[in-house]
């Protein structure tokens, strides 16, 4: 039976926590770097990987990690599985484990993933739940840090929906990086209060601080990073309802004129045109969405070296 000890499981950016964080960062950059770096390093490892909901980025840049650094994948639809005729998350993690090496899940339903975790004998990576999205977020510091250096300390902002996973994760990025965090939302979709006052304190000890502003002006003024995400997540069960509510947040070029001169834009994408961002914006000069997304690969690799615990 495969030992438990020293399971590293990717779960929260607060469960893994910030010296973690910034040397799965500092790995992900000499990856970049070095594209020849940690080839066979995970030789013979396999990631099994289960979407419950759809994914473009997250599979592949996944699988292309794994295969860069010699091991190699499985990636199924939950669809296929014994999953989707109820069998539990936990049964499957048991079995999963004496076949593979590492479990990355995909679902709408976070208990699905902790039960996953606290089941598998093996390390399990979230790639994505509605309460969080923690790879994507590690991928955008990363960009962030590429062009104006380290993110410590910062001011950025977040507009749209407050209430989705990657609205949280920015939370938790927050407190864990003390940045200056101004979320522009909305009364009706503003992020969990109490996930708001837990980070703000952290942010704070930090020298940084999480402000939820309605103006949306008000909420990028000076920022150095302009944030957005679809304003429709999987598994969001009121749907169109939201458009109306949110169309005040959209990032276009007024928006990104009252932030910093050299403010960045970041979109974790898939993105809707027209929607939670204008055109010009995403396809403008300060845009990083192209290399956020290539960075997706990069954290991943940095990533799995951490959870298999392999040094390079
Ligand atoms: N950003 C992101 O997670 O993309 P996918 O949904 O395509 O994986
Ligand atoms: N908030 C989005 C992120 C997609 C990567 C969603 O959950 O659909």
Redesign the pocket.
């Known amino acids: 039976m495969p030992s438990r000890v020293s399971k590293r499981d990717f779960i929260d950016l607060q469960a893994v926590g910030f010296s973690t964080l910034r040397e799965i960062l500092r790995q992900a950059y000499a990856l970049k770097a070095d594209t020849c770096l940690g080839r066979d390093a995970l030789r013979d490892r396999v990631l099994v990987m289960i979407f419950e ?1 759809p ?1 473009t ?2 599979r592949v840049s996944f699988d292309m990690a794994m295969r860069k650094l010699g091991g190699e994948v499985l990636s199924l639809s939950a669809h296929d599985m014994q999953l989707d005729r109820g069998e539990t998350p936990a049964d499957t993690a048991r079995v999963l484990s004496r076949y593979a090496d590492a479990i990355l899940l995909r679902t709408d339903d976070p208990s699905r993933l902790y039960a996953m975790a606290s089941s598998a004998a093996v390390p399990v990576i979230n790639g ?1 739940t ?1 309460a969080s ?1 923690p790879c ?1 977020i590690l991928a955008d510091i990363m960009t962030f840090e590429e062009r104006l250096g380290s993110i410590e300390g910062q001011a950025v902002s977040y507009l749209g ?1 407050g209430t ?3 609205a949280s994760t920015w939370l938790e990025a927050a407190g864990l990086f003390g940045l200056k965090l101004r979320l522009g939302c909305p009364a009706s979709h503003s992020p969990n209060e109490e996930l708001v006052l837990r980070m703000r304190l952290r942010a704070r000890e930090r020298g940084g601080d999480i402000v939820v502003e309605r103006d949306p002006l008000a909420a990028v003024r000076g920022s150095r990073a302009v944030m957005t ?2 304003w ?5 069960r009121d749907g169109g309802s939201k458009h109306n509510a949110l169309s005040p947040y959209r990032v276009d070029d007024r928006v990104m004129s009252a932030a910093s001169a050299d403010a960045i834009f970041l979109h ?3 993105a809707h045109r027209g929607e939670e961002v204008s055109g010009e914006v995403i396809d403008g000069d300060r845009s990083a969405v192209w290399d956020e997304a290539e960075n997706r690969m990069h954290v991943q690799k940095a990533i799995l070296l951490w959870c298999f615990g392999v040094e390079i």
């Open positions: 909901a994914s980025r997250t994505l509605t999205h994507q929906d989705n996973n990657v995400d679809v429709v997540s999987m598994g969001d974790c994408l898939p």
